[in-house]
């Protein structure tokens, strides 16, 4: 079973910036390389949602981001990243890391807060 540990969030002003971060722990590179990974959250109140995802050959983001936040991955380090820029107050919500196998298993993080406020 793939861990998940996310890392990177916290309180920021609207406008800012943050970087997530996401190890694939236990995962040997050839599993990690495989399906998809992604981001997702939840708001206060909603239900969870898609934020981005990343294959080793596409990305794919919610149109609520586009042109704000950037995910990327690091093979070697198992590690995925959301760059979230341009930060607004209703991105505020706990952000979780996931992971779709090719079978269809699905393993999740235990999130990470992000609050933007000033």
């Known amino acids: 079973q793939v861990r998940l540990v996310e890392s990177g969030g916290g309180l920021v002003q609207p406008g800012g910036s943050l970087r997530l971060s996401c190890l694939a722990s236990r995962a040997i590179t050839s599993v990690f390389n495989s399906g998809t990974m992604g981001w997702y959250r939840q708001a206060p109140g909603k239900q969870r949602e898609l934020v981005a995802t990343?294959?080793?050959?596409?990305?794919h983001y919610a149109d609520s981001v586009k042109g704000r936040f950037t995910i990327s991955r690091d093979n070697t380090k198992k590690t995925i990243y959301l760059q979230m820029d341009t930060l607004k107050p209703e991105d505020t919500g706990v952000y979780y890391c996931?992971?779709?196998?090719?079978?269809?298993?699905?393993?999740w993080g235990q999130g990470t807060q992000v609050t933007v406020s000033s």
């Open positions: 996931n992971r779709q196998s090719p079978d269809g298993n699905t393993s």
């Open positions: 990343i294959t080793l050959r596409t990305t």
